[in-house]
C-alpha cells in the first residue's frame, strides 16, 4: 500500500518550452501532496505544499510563476515548469501523505529527472 | 525551528559488517522522526518511522533505529550489511507530520 507514482521518469526540453510532471497516490487519497528539488549528491530541498483544491504554498525562493502546481484530485497533483532554462534541469520528487487517514508519514514517488538543453 | 544533522557525509563498511548511521536533531516540540533510503535515480523508500510509544524501531531490510529524547538523536543502525545496502540514507524530523525536514544524507558504501 501507499505508492505514489510520477510521471514521466525524465525528459528532456529545449529551453523556453513548458513541461509538465504529473504525481499520482495509486491506492490512497493524497490530503496533502508535496514537491521536491534534488540536485546532485544533495538532500531534497522542499519547493511547495498543496491540498486538494486550494492553492499551493510555496517555500521561500521558489517562484510561483515558474513552478506552477495544481492539485485537482485527492489521487492527483501536477507540477509545470515553465519557460524552463538549463538551470531548472533537475530531479524533481514528489511525496503524498493521507494513507490510512493518517498524514503523519509522506510516501514519495521515484522522481522526474528533467533535462533542459 | 527544526533541523537534521547527519553526522557523517560518507560511511564505507565491509559486507556482513554492522553500520550505525547517525543523526541528531532540534526541535523545541515533540516530532516524528524518519529514516528514508534512496537508490541512484530513485524515489525516497521509507525505511522505518517513530511516531510514539517504543523507542527502538524496527524497519525493513534488518534495519532499527533508536529514539533518544535526553540525545535528541535517531541513529540507524544494521547489525550486518550487504552489497545491496549501498544507497543514500535521509533521516527527517516533523512536528505533527506536516512539513518534513530532511538531512544532508549519508552515502553507505558496502564493499565486499
Known amino acids: 500500500g501507499a505508492v505514489v507514482s510520477q510521471h514521466p521518469s525524465w525528459v528532456i526540453c529545449k529551453s523556453g518550452t513548458s513541461v509538465k510532471i504529473e504525481c499520482r497516490s495509486l491506492?490512497?487519497?493524497?490530503?496533502?501532496m508535496f514537491w521536491y528539488r534534488q540536485f546532485p549528491k544533495q538532500s531534497l530541498m522542499l519547493m511547495a505544499t498543496?491540498?486538494?483544491?486550494?492553492?499551493?504554498?510555496?517555500e521561500q525562493g521558489v517562484e510561483k510563476d515558474k513552478f506552477l502546481i495544481n492539485h485537482a484530485s485527492l489521487t492527483l497533483s501536477t507540477l509545470t515548469v515553465t519557460s524552463a532554462h538549463p538551470e531548472d534541469s533537475s530531479f524533481y520528487i514528489c511525496?503524498?501523505?493521507?494513507?490510512?487517514?493518517?498524514?503523519?508519514?509522506?510516501?514519495f514517488g521515484p522522481g522526474t529527472r528533467l533535462t533542459v538543453l | 525551528a527544526q533541523s537534521v544533522t547527519q553526522l557523517d557525509s560518507q560511511v564505507p563498511v565491509f559486507e556482513e559488517a554492522p553500520v550505525e548511521l547517525r543523526c541528531n536533531y532540534s526541535?523545541?516540540?515533540?516530532?516524528?522522526l524518519f529514516w528514508y533510503v534512496q537508490y541512484p535515480n530513485q524515489g525516497l523508500q521509507l525505511l522505518l518511522k517513530?511516531?510514539?510509544?517504543?523507542?527502538l524501531v524496527k524497519g525493513i531490510n534488518g534495519f532499527e533505529a533508536e529514539f533518544n529524547k535526553s540525545q535528541t538523536s535517531f541513529h540507524l543502525r544494521k547489525p550486518s550489511v550487504h552489497i545491496s545496502d549501498t544507497a543514500e540514507y535521509f533521516c527527517?524530523?516533523?512536528?505533527?507530520?506536516?512539513?518534513?525536514?530532511f538531512g544532508a544524507g549519508t552515502r553507505l558504501f558496502v564493499k565486499a
Open positions: 511525496s503524498a501523505s493521507g494513507a490510512g487517514g493518517s498524514t503523519d508519514t509522506q510516501y
Open positions: 491506492d490512497f487519497q493524497a490530503t496533502t
Open positions: 498543496s491540498n486538494e483544491g486550494s492553492k499551493a504554498t510555496y
Open positions: 526541535s523545541s516540540v515533540s516530532v516524528y
Open positions: 517513530y511516531l510514539s510509544g517504543s523507542t
Open positions: 527527517a524530523v516533523s512536528e505533527g507530520g506536516f512539513k518534513t525536514i
